[in-house]
Structures are given as C-alpha cells and as structure tokens.
C-alpha cells in the first residue's frame, strides 16, 4: 500500500528539526493577468513583471521568473500582493520600487505603501502612505504610475488614485510629499454607482514619463509627463521645470484615457496609447499618437480605422536599438483574436499580426507554442480557436538590448519571444507563454486522496487541475479539468471507500455545474442529476459514492442519489459548510454559525449535533480520512473533536483560536497531521501538531500565504509529512517536513526554513488581522458567488456589475433579475 511505504521512506530520511520549505506546485503558466512588464533600460538581461493580486516577479537569463514578494505577504500584510505600479532605478540595476496595495475601497482596510528593495527584491523596505493603493482596481494597466528620477536616484514619483494626486520623493523613496502644484488629480470614475466603492472610485494619476534627454535643474530631470484619468479636459501633463509648474501639453488628442507613455530617446519622441476604457476589460475605441519633443508636434499614427477599429490600445512596445521599430497592441479584441501591430517607421505604417485572407479564413503570421503550459493549448488556445494571442493586453515590451526579444502580459499569462525581427523579414514570429515560475491562481480548494489522487486543485478563472502523484507537482499538467470546463470551480470532494471517484462544482448559471470522475480526476463527465440552476458553493461526496450532498451557492443544500436529480436536504441552512465520513456511506456533517449537524441517513435529513461549547463560530469541517466517525471542526474558539459520529465533541485546542481552515495529511507516525490556519503564539499562522492538537508548531516559517481566513488547505494522504496550502493570487504551495513541537500544550516556533527566493521583511508585522468581517461560513464565503457573511444585510439586491459576495464583503447578495452573481476571486463576486 503506498502510503505505507512512502511513510516508512521518510521516517528513515526524516531530519529531526522540523525544515519546511515552501514552493510551488507548479501550472507553469501564470494563470491570471499580468498588467505589466517593466525592463531595466541600461543594464541588459533585468526586468520584473507585477500581477494584480499576486506580487511582483522577476525574470531570469532561461525565461523563467522568481517570484520575489513572498516573504512580505504574511496575513496582516496581505495586501502587499496587489502591486498597482512598478519602478526601476536607471542608475542602480539593484534597486526595484513598487506602490503595493490591493484595494481603494473597504475591502482593503490599509493604506498603501512604496516598497523599495536594493537588492532585486531580496528584501523590502516600506514607505506608508497615507492613503490606499490598487493593485486589483480597474486600470491597473496603465502606467506606469510610479517612476525613478533617471538623472536622480533620489527622486520618485507616484500618481496616486482616488483624488490623492501626485507624490515626490526626494530621499530615495524614505518618505513621499504631495506635489500641490499638480492640481489635475482626476475626476473620471469607471462605474459612479457601484456602491462598494470598487468601480465608483476616482481613477487619478495614470502614469509619470521623465524625459532622460532633457537637461537637469539642480541635478533633477527638467521635462516630466504625467497622465491622468481625465477625457474631458486634459489628460497629459507637463513640467519643463523638474516638477515644479505644470500644464497640460497643447494639442494633445481630446478623446480617450492614455494607457502607456513610452519615451523612444534617440527620436526624441513620445509613444502613447488611447482607450476610451481604463481597461482592464474594456475598450471599444482608442488611438495611439507620437508626440515629437523637439518639435512638440502630435502625430496621430493609430494602426486601424473605421469598422477595423473596435477596440482601444494598451501595450506599447519601443525597440531602445532600432529607432522607428514599434510594436502595438489592441487592449481587447475579443473576436476573433487579439490585435498587434508592428512598424518600422515610427508608426507611418503598419502590418498586423493577422489578418483575413478570404473570410473567414485568415492569415496568422505567427505560430504558438506553450511547452510551459501544456494545458494551456486544451484549456484555452483548442476551446473556441480565437483569442490564442491573448486579452487584456497592457504590457507589450521589447528589451533594451535585444531587438528579437520581446514580452507580453495578458489575462492569463506571459507570451513572448526571440526572434521579433522576423516580423520586419518573413513576416512570421514564433510566440509562446513564458510564464514559467509565475503562478497567480487563485485557488478555491485543494484535496489530497489517501490512496489516490495526491492532488485535486480547484481554481478561480482556470477551472482546475490534477496531479495523480506526488512526483508530478513539478510538472505543468497537459490538461485543466475539461469536458465539462467550468471556468471557476468552487470545490471538489473524492469517495473514502472508492477513491478514484471525484467530484467538482462550477460557478456559472446556466449550464450544469457539477461534474464526476471514476478515475481520480483525470478525465470527467457531467453529472446529469444537475440541473442547470445548481451551481457554486460546496460539495461532500459519500463514502461509498453514491450520493452528492452539495451546498449550493444558489439553491440551498441539496443532495442526489445513483446521479438522480437533486432535491433539497431537510434540516441544513443554506450555504452550511459540509463534509462527509469517509468510511461510512450514512454519515455526512454540516455546520452553520455555531451549530454543528449530523445526517446519519445518507444526507436526507440533518438535525443539530454535538454542541461546540464555547465556539460562535464553525469555520470549516473535516473527518479523518481513514477512522468512521472521527470529525473535526474549526471555530473562533479553537478546534474541536468528536469521535462518535458528531454525537459529542471535546475542545481538542484552545491554543489555536479564531482557526479557519484545517487539515489531516499523513504524519510520520501512526498519528496524522493536523494542519490549521489560527491565532496561536507565533501569529495568524499556519501551524502543524504531530501529537492530535497537543502541542502546535509554525510551520509556515516566512512565507507569505495572503490572508490565512483565504486559504485552503490539504494535508497529503500519501506522503508523511507533505503539506498543500492553495492562496488567492499565488497559486499552491507545498512542503515537507517533521514537525517538531514542545510537549508543553504551547507552540514552538522553531520551524521552518523557507523556500530559497522568500525575502526576509524589514517591516514590523502588525498583530492583528486585517480581516475584520469573520465570514459565517469560510468556505462559502471564500468559494462562493453569493458568499453570505454574518452582516450580510439580507435581501437586498445589486445591480448590474456591482459586487455580490467576498471575503471581507458585506453588502447585496442578491443580484437584480437577469444577472448573475459570479465569483472571481476570494474576495470579489460580480453580477454579471
Ligand atoms: C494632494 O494635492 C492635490 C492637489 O493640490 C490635492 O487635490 C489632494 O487632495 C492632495 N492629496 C492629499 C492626500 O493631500
Ligand atoms: C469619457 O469616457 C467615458 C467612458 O468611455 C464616456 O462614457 C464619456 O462619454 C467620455 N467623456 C467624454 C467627454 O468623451
Ligand atoms: C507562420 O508560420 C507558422 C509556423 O511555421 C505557419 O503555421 C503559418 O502558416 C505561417 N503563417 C503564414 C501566413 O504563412
Ligand atoms: C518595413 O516594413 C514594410 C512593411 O510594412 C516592409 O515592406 C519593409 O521591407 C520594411 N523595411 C525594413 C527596412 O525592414
Ligand atoms: C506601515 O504599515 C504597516 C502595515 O500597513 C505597519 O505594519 C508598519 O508598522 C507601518 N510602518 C510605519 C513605519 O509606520
């Protein structure tokens, strides 16, 4: 039996210290959107990428990237994931800038800052601002908003959001003054009656331009060009006096949100790009301009007119070797496929990268590859055969010293190549995704299957993936899970007694949402007992496998037999949390506010169970894989255990409180593991106990997970030790090791080493949690589109695009008839 033998492996090999080290599970695509790609314009081969809710990245000599924000991501700073803006020193290769935050609204409850490292993202000093910043807000692709002197290396800008105008530092980045003089903060918000603040916030500054071939006032750089969010006056601004006076530049294009002001300094030009969106999504217009700095002429060079243009532009790519060699991008062209243009004469004419030939065929000049990602071709490029160039494009860069080398950062990842200048001879490129090292899922649940599959990873945007060994976590899977694809599943669930059967959900109305696997996970059907209301929320699939119990997002708790059709469960408020027994098919368990249920007749009906005393909360429900009758469940007041079916508990815990997800993997002993995310003496933590909750070790060490309340978790049930822990915004990460822990009842913190890139953070780590609304159900509220928390008010509903659900959200719940609430991350679902 395979665990049997990898747990006596591994007791062999075992060190005595408890060593975890952290890495990823690996997609080898990225998986969500890059706004931007920023090269280091004097020192070749240093360039850094930054994701929306997943930190900053920088690239290595392979094409691969390092992920260098971990170690600044632990719970209270969570927020440190969202980079709205990325900066280098000219000067000083060493030095990386980024204004780091991940909302403007309420969900983010703290202001944002400027990290600074001085040694490629090793380690981070923080600026705190005084107001917020928006890695995950609309026209995050702009930019970029923050910018390095390129005369000084003292002197930074940054354009803020939200009215907060434009801010200079003249110490290196120690501390940030607003420029008064710069009155045009920005009045355009992309959605004024969005009331949860996300899209009625004012947009502001969108980018700061220096002119490195003006001449210096004091040693500061004279010419600085400042966009702002404003298609009604002036959108493009300028000082000639280092900062001192600004005005907005004559003749500049009325219309439209400049998206990217890219210097080219031999031509001594300005490239710009014009949506009349602020993206990331949108744009149904735009333009692309050069503004000649000698003769202040603009030159409106835009690619496309009339019906061929339908879209705005995004990424702009400057050849810094070949002056008049461009490359430029359509921000969003939906059908039939992305849009790039390429000139070789600053923009008088251009060739796109497609074109029809004789409708509907077309000519692609280029070809695609994704050996990083394999399952990007069935997941993706196989499934409607358009949009292969991507969406969302804002990043569209070519190095400084390679004319052939050139990135761009989509919806869903990096793409990229070496040989650009085929373009201008054979008019065909090759193209791949180089997102190798980037891993941005946002991952809903993961379960490891004792005896079977070693991983299921349910993911945000991507539906999911398997890993059917231990030995394949670094290896991209050739598939996501397809056929059914479910673009965001929410949860999935195996058989104890027949483990090579599965189950997944889905988030969209409309079709049916839940889908079965006889085979561990490698291949799937729909589960036609499924209508096509059913969807969301969470699943517990019986012993034996042959009944679903699903708690929906949208209809309740239902439960279906032999793959009958669904029909509500007696006695389990809606979105309860729920679990089954592993071992005995009759068995399943819920739990709702501070009520723990049991149904002892296979999911029929549910009536209270044991009670948790002490505990207002249930967070989440586990049962022991391998013993009938043993749960566990997490609360606000520590972790409690039955061993008799739910009848009765016993506080296992108290050293642990406010404890979120929890976990069982194989341990080195007869004794599982039990993994739990909580409060114990070393923080809001990961902590593992080899001893049943006795005594509590840190094994999360300097890692950064984002908000623990966010994160899933599985122990493995094959590999002693091995532990699964899924973020919203950086993937899975995993690690091994033995955990060590005083016999006091205390935790130690001895622990973990990390993984060989985490930075150690210079900044002081605040106590307490920044989430401050503890959702009545963790794992709807994380997972699901119409996440109820406990201040939920009810009955209200919310228009079209307006919020619905998420982690820390408390607003509608209920979207407006014809619209859907749909989930996009932990802590986002829209109505849609
Ligand atoms: C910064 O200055 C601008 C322009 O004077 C002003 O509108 C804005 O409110 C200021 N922001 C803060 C946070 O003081
Ligand atoms: C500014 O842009 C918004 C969004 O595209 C649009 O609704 C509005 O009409 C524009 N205003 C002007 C004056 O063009
Ligand atoms: C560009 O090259 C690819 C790969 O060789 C090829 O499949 C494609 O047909 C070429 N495009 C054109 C328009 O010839
Ligand atoms: C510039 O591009 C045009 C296509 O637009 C091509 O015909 C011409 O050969 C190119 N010139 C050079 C020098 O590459
Ligand atoms: C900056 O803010 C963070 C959290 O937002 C806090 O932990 C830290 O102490 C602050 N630093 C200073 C110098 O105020």
Request: glycine share 12%; aromatic share 12%.
């Amino acid at each position: 039996m395979r665990p049997f033998h990898a747990l006596l492996l591994l007791l062999a090999a075992a060190p005595i210290e408890a060593a975890f080290s952290w890495a990823n599970v690996v997609t080898g695509g990225g998986g969500g959107f890059i706004p931007s790609i920023v090269f280091h314009p004097k020192t070749q081969g240093v360039a850094y990428a930054r994701a929306d809710i997943g930190g900053l990245y920088k690239l290595n000599s392979d094409d691969s990237w390092t992920p260098i924000t971990d170690g600044i991501t632990q719970d209270a700073t969570w927020h440190n994931w969202g980079a709205d803006a990325l900066a280098l020193d000219p000067q000083n290769s060493d030095v990386v800038y980024a204004a780091l935050g991940m909302y403007t609204n309420s969900w983010d409850p703290n202001n944002g800052c400027i990290a600074k490292s001085t040694n490629q993202g090793s380690t981070w000093t923080f600026s705190n601002l005084t107001f917020k910043v928006g890695g995950n807000m609309p026209g995050r692709g702009t930019g970029e908003r923050l910018a390095v002197d390129p005369a000084n290396s003292n002197i930074i800008y940054f354009g803020a959001r939200s009215g907060h105008g434009l801010w200079r530092s003249t110490d290196g980045g120690a501390t940030f003054s607003n420029v008064t003089s710069f009155t045009n903060t920005g009045s355009y918000r992309q959605t004024p009656s969005d009331t949860s603040g996300y899209g009625s916030d004012i947009m502001g500054l969108l980018f700061v331009t220096f002119d490195s071939t003006s001449s210096t006032i004091n040693g500061a750089t004279s010419r600085i060009f400042v966009g702002v969010a404003d298609n009604i006056t002036a959108s493009v601004y300028e000082s000639t006096d280092a900062g001192t006076t600004w005005k907005p530049l004559a003749g500049q294009p009325a219309a439209f949100f400049p998206h990217k002001c890219r210097l080219q300094s031999t031509e001594k030009a300005l490239y710009l790009t014009y949506s009349n969106g602020i993206g990331p999504y949108d744009g149904t217009s735009g333009s692309v301009w050069r503004y000649d700095l000698t003769t202040s002429a603009w030159k409106d060079i835009t690619p496309v007119s009339g019906s061929n243009l339908y879209f705005g532009f995004g990424g702009i790519g400057v050849d810094m070797l070949k002056p008049g060699y461009l490359v430029v991008a359509a921000l969003n062209s939906w059908w039939p496929n992305a849009q790039i243009y390429r000139s070789n004469n600053s923009g008088s004419t251009w060739t796109p990268i497609w074109e029809w030939s004789s409708y509907p065929a077309m000519n692609n000049y280029y070809s695609l590859s994704t050996p990083n990602a394999p399952w990007i071709v069935p997941g993706f490029w196989d499934v409607t055969n358009d949009e292969d160039l991507g969406w969302m494009i804002e990043s569209l860069e070519i190095d400084p010293f390679d004319s052939n080398h050139w990135l761009y950062g989509t919806g869903l990842t990096v793409m990229g190549g070496h040989d650009l200048t085929n373009w201008d001879t054979i008019h065909n490129v090759s193209l791949s995704t180089l997102a190798k090292g980037i891993e941005e899922m946002a991952v809903t649940t993961l379960v490891s299957v004792p005896g079977g599959s070693e991983l299921l990873v349910a993911v945000g945007d991507d539906s999911g993936f398997t890993y059917l060994s231990s030995s394949s976590l670094g290896t991209p899977p050739s598939t996501n899970w397809l056929n059914p694809g479910f673009t965001t599943s929410t949860d999935v669930d195996y058989a104890g007694l027949a483990v090579a059967d599965v189950v997944r959900s889905g988030n969209s109305a409309g079709t049916q949402q839940l889908a079965v696997s006889s085979n561990g996970g490698g291949t799937w059907s729909i589960d036609y007992g499924a209508s096509t209301s059913e969807y969301g929320g969470t699943l517990a699939y019986s012993a034996s496998g042959d009944t679903v119990v699903w708690s929906t997002a949208s209809q309740g708790v239902l439960r279906s037999q032999y793959t009958g059709s669904f029909a509500s469960v007696t006695g389990l408020p809606a979105t309860a949390i729920i679990a089954s027994d592993k071992q005995n098919d009759n068995y399943f368990y819920g739990g709702y506010a501070s009520t723990f249920y049991v149904s002892s007749n296979n999911g029929q009906t549910f009536a209270a169970g044991g009670t948790l005393s002490g505990a207002t909360q249930v967070n989440d429900v586990i049962v022991h894989p391998k013993i009938a009758g043993e749960v566990y469940v997490s609360t606000n007041a520590g972790i409690y255990l039955s061993t008799n079916f739910g009848s009765s508990f016993t506080l296992l815990t108290s050293a642990l409180t406010n404890v979120y997800h929890i976990a069982l993997g194989v341990g080195s002993g007869s004794t599982w593991n039990l993994y739990a995310f909580g409060t114990g003496s070393a923080g809001n933590k990961l902590y593992g106990s080899a001893d049943n909750g006795n005594t509590w070790t840190d094994i999360q060490g300097t890692q950064g997970f984002g908000s623990i309340a966010g994160c899933s978790l599985a122990g493995s049930g094959n590999v002693a030790g091995q532990v699964y822990v899924g973020t919203n915004g950086r993937g899975v990460f995993y690690a091994q090791g033995t955990i060590t822990g005083s016999s006091s009842g205390g935790s130690t913190t001895t622990s973990s080493s990390v993984s060989t890139h985490a930075s150690s953070s210079t900044t002081s780590r605040a106590s307490s949690s920044t989430i401050t609304t503890t959702p009545t159900t963790l794992k709807t509220s994380t997972h699901s589109s119409t996440a109820s928390s406990s201040t939920s008010t009810a009955t209200c509903t919310a228009s079209h695009y307006s919020q619905c659900g998420g982690l820390t959200y408390t607003g509608c719940t209920q979207c407006a008839t014809g619209y859907t609430c749909v989930f996009s991350n932990s802590y986002y679902s829209q109505c849609l």
